[in-house]
């Protein structure tokens, strides 16, 4: 059986190595539809940020010097206002009142709050405390220069990056097109997530967590149902799934005489790279691909799916949209429980997890196995527990991957 970490880079070797690597193409699309998307251009500065020397207070412009011993009196000889700039020139003993936004005026070298001076009159006012040179403004060019790389190719567009989009100009933004996912649930026993359950019957609800990690993944889910478990049925769905850039098929693929999913990616010329590996759960995850479509069959237990999906989908979602980063989301935390190693295959178990006194602290949840989406979904992450002989201690730092 194939350690995870052998099993995931087969999976990103396919996408890399064939004649060229699989990388989803880039579109163009408007801003704000831009948001969560993976860049596809480098973003330069199209001017100095900011373009000015600029008031970042309310106050008053003056020259740093002739309030070096407070309470000084200037006189005042303009105003400048954001959006327009005061062509006045600041002499010895004199200001300009000013606004947040608002262009500095010549020979003005700081800017002092309105809250610590005091009008005197239209023409005069008291300032009650110093200021350092360059206090209360920002010098054109602070934040960035014309031509610097604001944004690299390859990063997952957060808020504030729309914001820094917007002040560079681009109205429209080139990201990878989203790879267009099938799913497919595999048994006799499903029903719909809208139909009650008869006597030997459960709701199917890997289509939905799937679907879902496909969307946070930043790909485009598509449900095809429901495939009962015949070779007619799974051809049909799986046939037409394999037009697609990625193919999921849940359940179906373990040793029962009705797992025949496997054989149904034969009879369509699936090459299959793997097809166990050594994770508790998802052992019988299989992997493989035709031409351009990458396939998967994730085992059907609702744990198994969400594993699988998270330690060998997501990260090859990531590769074909170009991410920067394509690893397994894990961090680092200590544990608080004995917890038993298996020596056979590294295991996820659901845990919870907390911050506490600076660092992350573990223990187990208690659940069911596998199909338990109760305790599942009262854990807020799973813990890696490596392949070996043994337990692991309380105090020894794990890893975990996060869930929520
Ligand atoms: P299988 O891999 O098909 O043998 O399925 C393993 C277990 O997962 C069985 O108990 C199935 O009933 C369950 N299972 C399979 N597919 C789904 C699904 N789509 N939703 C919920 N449970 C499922
Ligand atoms: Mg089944």
């Known amino acids: 059986m194939l350690p995870i970490e052998r099993g995931l880079e087969i999976v990103l070797s396919t996408a890399r190595t064939k004649d060229r690597p699989d990388w989803m193409p880039a579109e163009s699309v408007p801003l704000v539809e831009s948001i969560s998307r993976i860049l596809r251009e480098?973003?330069?500065?199209?001017?100095?940020?900011?373009?000015?020397d600029k008031a970042i207070r309310d106050g008053f412009a003056v020259r740093f010097e002739d309030v070096e011993e407070v309470p000084a009196t200037l006189s005042i000889v303009g105003e400048s206002r954001a959006g327009s700039a005061s062509d006045v020139q600041i002499r010895k003993g004199q200001c300009c009142e000013i606004m947040t936004g608002a262009p500095l005026p010549e020979g003005a070298n700081a800017v002092v709050m309105v809250e610590h001076t005091e009008r005197l009159s239209t023409t005069s006012v008291g300032i009650r405390k110093s200021v350092r040179e360059n206090e209360g403004l920002l010098r054109r060019g602070a934040e960035s220069r014309?031509?610097?790389?604001?944004?690299?190719?390859?990063?997952?567009i957060g808020v504030a990056d729309i914001g820094l989009l917007a002040s560079c100009g681009k109205a429209s933004v080139l990201v990878s097109r989203r790879p267009r996912v099938a799913i497919v649930a595999t048994g006799d026993?499903?029903?719909d997530v809208q139909q009650l359950p008869g006597p030997s019957q459960i709701r199917n609800s890997n289509t939905y967590t799937i679907h879902a990690q496909v969307r946070e993944a930043g790909a485009d889910p598509y449900e095809f149902g429901i495939a009962r478990d015949n070779l007619e049925d799974l051809r049909a769905k799986i046939g037409h799934g394999l037009e697609f850039d990625i193919l999921l098929v849940s359940g179906g693929v373990s040793m029962g005489k009705y797992d025949l999913v496997e054989n149904v990616f034969a009879d369509f010329g699936v090459e299959v790279l793997f097809d166990k590996i050594a994770m508790k759960p998802g052992k019988p995850t299989v992997f493989g691909h035709r031409g351009q479509t990458y396939v998967f069959g994730l085992p059907g237990?609702?744990?198994?799916t969400i594993v699988s999906f998270h330690m060998f989908?997501?990260?090859l979602i990531l590769f074909l949209l170009k991410s920067e980063n394509t690893n397994p989301k894990i961090l680092e935390a200590k544990l608080e429980a004995p917890t038993k190693c298996d020596p056979q295959r590294a295991s996820l178990l659901p845990a919870l997890v907390r911050f506490e006194?600076?660092?992350?602290?573990?223990?187990?949840?208690?659940?069911?196995?596998?199909?338990?989406?109760?305790?599942?979904s009262r854990a807020?992450?799973?813990?890696?527990?490596?392949?070996?002989?043994?337990?692991l201690e309380p105090g020894e730092n794990v890893q975990?991957?996060?869930?929520e």
């Open 42 to 52: 480098d973003v330069l500065a199209d001017a100095d940020s900011p373009p000015f």
């Open 146 to 156: 014309k031509g610097d790389r604001v944004l690299a190719t390859g990063r997952r």
């Open 189 to 191: 026993e499903l029903v």
């Open 301 to 304: 237990n609702p744990l198994s």
């Open 313 to 315: 989908v997501r990260p």
């Open 357 to 376: 006194a600076g660092q992350y602290r573990i223990r187990t949840a208690p659940w069911k196995g596998s199909s338990d989406l109760v305790g599942l």
């Open 380 to 391: 807020n992450a799973l813990i890696v527990v490596p392949q070996r002989e043994g337990s």
């Open 400 to 403: 975990f991957l996060p869930m």
